[in-house]
């Protein structure tokens, strides 16, 4: 059976807005006479069905926000859930949090459930799951029905979508800098989530600040891993065969286990080994001694998400105008790492 074609195909086809389409299709007086006639008749002619689901999306607006997460055991999320619900709760929106716990299929299915008319919107973070299948289609599905979505932190380029993030790249970068501005001359790079395109644009920022500075990177110093199983063993055997004096971890889960490694092998940090993670968390800020961090924003992102979402909604902005939100980063210097001495 063919795929039927879609309201985005048609403005495709026909070299106008997906809003103008829809309005067409809908007979509105917004759209002129011939606009009208030549976009019915193309749908007649290509035997457009539409989506009855879409359009009571479009027609009868529930002042609900589907926002689908990976976990919310991450401070991180949890932070971003607090800007959405923030802003949702003073423009009159009330949310539906669904957590996907990292799968595809529930991920998915959870979109499949609330595309009934029950939301106006999605605001989501790609499950782990989805990016290493690259399967999308319960996404693009959503946008060629006309149903608005934000995709924030972990987003890909085959989403055609309005996306709310931070720059991996320059924000790692910067961070491995700092470090060798501290005088560290040997720096390992640690990854659990090396599955998740935000780990390698990490990496990436880590080789560019290395190269730039005239550091040869070296693999016996680099441990990129997708979960942190068996991470403490590979990390003394990193410390075993190299003399570490800088440690940049792109994750939560990656610190916490890289300070206790330190610990336990009676090395002093900061006078010993520095270390910079990423997120800054309740493991961030508690542990001994507290961890210089990069705080990501959260509350900013979620908040951005949902005025971005939002705007879409209320018909501000055209359905089809999609923007890159890139929040700014800084890095909160607590007890991990020594002072900047070295200027570059």
Do not use: W
Not at 193 to 212: D, M, P, Q
């Amino acid at each position: 059976m063919n795929k039927r074609i879609t309201i985005k195909q048609i403005a495709k086809a026909l070299s106008v807005s997906i809003s103008t389409v829809s309005k067409a299709l809908n007979d509105s007086y917004e759209i002129s006479d011939e606009t009208k006639v030549k976009i019915q008749e193309y749908a007649k002619l290509h035997k457009y069905k539409p989506n009855s689901l879409a359009l009571s999306l479009q027609n009868k607006k529930t002042k609900t926000i589907g926002v689908i997460m990976p976990t919310v055991l991450n401070r991180f999320f949890a932070r971003v859930l607090n800007g959405i619900e923030s802003v949702a709760a003073e423009k009159g929106y009330n949310i539906i949090t669904c957590i996907t716990n990292e799968s595809y299929e529930k991920e998915m299915h959870t979109i499949d459930m609330l595309s009934n008319g029950t939301i106006d919107g999605f605001i989501a973070c790609l499950s782990e799951e989805t990016l290493k299948l690259q399967k999308f289609d319960h996404f693009k599905n959503l946008l060629e029905e006309g149903t608005p979505l934000v995709l924030f932190d972990r987003v890909d380029k085959n989403i055609e979508c309005d996306k709310v993030v931070i720059d991996n790249v320059k924000t790692a970068y910067k961070a491995t800098r700092f470090l060798m501005k501290t005088g560290c001359k040997n720096i390992a790079f640690v990854s659990t989530i090396e599955s998740l395109n935000v780990g390698r644009f990490r990496a990436k920022g880590y080789l560019k600040a290395l190269t730039k500075y005239g550091r040869n990177p070296d693999e016996n110093l680099i441990i990129r891993e997708e979960s942190e199983d068996n991470l403490t063993e590979k990390l003394h055997k990193m410390f075993d065969s190299k003399k570490v004096d800088g440690v940049f971890t792109i994750d939560e889960a990656a610190g916490a286990i890289t300070l206790q490694v330190i610990h336990s092998r009676g090395l002093k940090i900061p006078e010993d080994v520095s270390i910079i993670g990423f997120t800054s968390g309740i493991l961030s800020k508690y542990s001994v001694p507290p961890l210089t961090t990069v705080n990501q924003f959260g509350v900013k992102i979620g908040e951005h998400s949902a005025k971005r979402l939002i705007d879409k909604i209320e018909e501000k902005i055209e359905i089809d105008d999609f923007t890159t939100d890139i929040i700014k980063t800084e890095l909160i210097e607590r007890e991990t790492t020594k002072k900047m001495f070295i200027e570059f």
